[in-house]
């Protein structure tokens, strides 16, 4: 929004109460926002020093009359005139050096508002990324590792993955890929799923996976939104590799599977913001012994 704004005091007016309703609303939908409102917060602590302009004036212009011209002169900014500067300079920063790339952590969760007012969620350890300049023009997300989308309508918008890319014009779905893991599921509209080997539509309540050495398989759901938005990963019927790949992004673990098969298919759920509780879920339901060593960093399973 901001870099289609023709009028160059459009922050300006923002800082001072001048937007209307419709500019701020959509202001406030934009990924800058906060960034904006925090540069504010922050000059709001600064103590200024309270100066007479028609005294400094006076001044300014009797050193004028008695002061012989030397080199050029040194303009020395008053307190809030030179906190003013520095708004419009860090607001600058952030306006013409935005993001246009984002990453997840061990068990964190990110929203992101695109561009356009696409929403854009990332689960833990997942990387994304956009051209916002030519986001117009090219609707484009590149991902490493899983989010959901909620897509405005428009133009062509594409998920583009290592594995494969999904296609749409407007609906809400996700979309998770790891190594040799490749899976979209559609929860509105319609979406297009095309990888090396299939090409495949998936309308409302559809979902379509690939993994490596295995058939692709389709199946049907009934729920509204990912789990893992309201913190509980599921599976249905994945190798349990991939699901110790789960728990070790949710909880910054590493899984020892030495004395394990991890072509044992999985049906299930794990809570993501409990480790014992994800743990004794996933084990338990298993019949798998473990032990918890290195301060709760390394997880040991036994037969």
């Known amino acids: 929004m901001l870099e289609d704004k023709k009028d160059n005091i459009f922050l300006s007016r923002w800082v001072n109460g001048e937007l209307s309703p419709e500019e701020f609303q959509e202001f406030q939908s934009h990924p800058e926002y906060e960034y904006y409102t925090k540069i504010i917060a922050a000059t709001n602590t600064l103590d200024l020093v309270d100066y007479d302009v028609d005294e400094e004036l006076t001044k300014l212009k009797s050193k004028r009359k008695t002061t012989p011209a030397k080199n050029k002169p040194v303009i020395k900014l008053l307190p809030y005139i030179a906190v003013a500067a520095s708004i419009a300079i860090l607001l600058g920063v952030f ?18 508002t695109l561009p356009d007012g696409s929403e854009m969620i990332l689960n833990a350890k997942s990387e ?8 117009k023009n090219n609707r484009t997300v590149s991902l490493h590792g899983e989010a959901y989308f909620k897509v405005k309508k428009g133009s062509k918008f594409t998920v583009s ?4 890319n999904v296609s749409v014009l407007g609906t809400q779905f996700n979309v998770k ?11 509105e509209g319609k979406v297009s799923v095309k990888n090396k080997q299939e090409n495949k539509i998936l309308t409302a309540g ?7 050495n295995k058939p692709s398989e389709l199946w049907a759901f009934i ?4 789990s893992w938005i309201d913190n509980t990963s599921s599976f249905r019927s994945v190798p349990i590799r991939y699901v110790f790949k789960e728990l070790e992004k949710q909880y910054n673990i590493s899984i020892d599977t030495t004395n394990i098969d991890n072509n044992i298919i999985y049906t299930g759920t794990f809570p993501n913001n409990d480790i014992n509780v994800a743990l004794k879920t996933v084990f338990s339901t298993l019949d798998i012994q473990y032990q918890l060593l290195d301060n709760g960093k390394t997880v040991v399973l036994e037969e």
């Open 161 to 164: 993955t290592t594995n494969g």
């Open 177 to 187: 890929s790891h190594a040799s893991f490749f899976e979209a599921v559609c929860y």
């Open 95 to 112: 306006l013409f050096n935005a993001n246009d790339s984002f990453s997840t952590s061990y068990g964190e969760q990110l929203a992101v």
């Open 128 to 135: 994304a990324s956009f051209d916002k300049s030519n986001w």
């Open 223 to 226: 729920t509204e939104k990912p």
């Open 206 to 212: 559809k979902g379509f996976r690939a993994i490596a």
